[in-house]
């Protein structure tokens, strides 16, 4: 069973950065996808960027060209680099780890990232 822990969420002013952290433990990383999803308050959970075991990327559109997703194997992390952030990417971002043979996949507890002027 993996676990995932985030970091790096926090207040940032409209069109600054934050690069988001998780790092799995319990299992073998590199043989999950690892996406990014976020909530925002009364809003339903929507996948933001994810990264395949061959390091294939998608982003959801809102985010493309500022938000880059990327994973270290050998740090059993995956991170979420966010630029020109705006108002509307207030959420908390999760980290989803997934797997055919694992239904849902592994979830960690989120990150707040709130930004605001």
């Known amino acids: 069973q993996m676990q995932l822990e985030e970091s790096g969420g926090g207040l940032v002013q409209p069109g600054g950065s934050l690069r988001l952290s998780c790092v799995g433990s319990?299992?073998?990383?590199?043989?999950?996808?690892m996406g990014w999803y976020r909530q925002a308050p009364g809003k339903q959970r929507e996948l933001v960027a994810h990264i395949s075991v061959g390091d294939r990327t998608n982003y959801t559109d809102s985010v493309k060209g500022r938000f880059t997703i990327s994973r270290n194997n050998a740090k059993d992390t995956v991170y979420l680099q966010m630029s020109e952030l705006k108002v509307e990417d207030t959420a908390v971002y999760y980290c989803?780890?997934?797997?055919?043979?694992?239904?849902?996949?592994?979830w960690g507890k989120g990150t707040l990232v709130t930004v605001s002027s």
């Open positions: 319990g299992s073998i990383f590199a043989i999950y996808g």
């Open positions: 989803n780890a997934d797997h055919p043979r694992v239904p849902g996949g592994y």
